[in-house]
């Protein structure tokens, strides 16, 4: 079964072409360490909640968006071995460094962790 990393991030809201080239300059790095897919997701119908929700888990303002982010792998042996390598090399590859592709959200902020799927299903 697949493994899942998932992201929830605040960004400014003037600044989402700067996330899409961001995410288009960064994300393939996980297509060739061997992630499935990577879907980067902008927010389009997030409901503010009583208790809790989106927004305050990343303490997002009136004028950030929030963005669910997710990168599956085939499984976790495959991502703890690419993200062991991004690791070590990802102060020498231009597209994780923070001159030539910075981020343009506060990292701070973002939240995120692996997950190992309980149930899937999907259509044919």
Not at 103 to 120: A, H, L, N, S, Y
Request: with cysteine; glycine share 6%.
């Amino acid at each position: 079964m697949s493994y899942i990393d998932g992201f929830v991030l605040a960004v400014p809201k003037a600044n989402k072409q700067k996330f899409i080239d961001h995410a288009n300059m960064a994300d393939p790095i996980f297509m060739e360490s061997g992630a499935i897919r990577v879907v980067e997701c902008w927010q389009d119908d997030v409901p503010r909640g009583k208790v809790t929700d989106f927004y305050g888990a990343v303490k997002a303002t009136e004028d950030e968006a929030v963005v669910f982010s997710f990168i599956e792998w085939p499984d976790k042996a495959t991502r703890d071995a690419a993200m062991e390598k991004l690791q070590a090399t990802m102060s020498s590859d231009p597209r994780m460094s923070p001159d030539t592709n910075p981020m343009p959200f506060d990292g701070k902020r973002m939240i995120f962790g692996g997950f190992t799927p309980v149930v899937e299903m999907q259509s044919d």
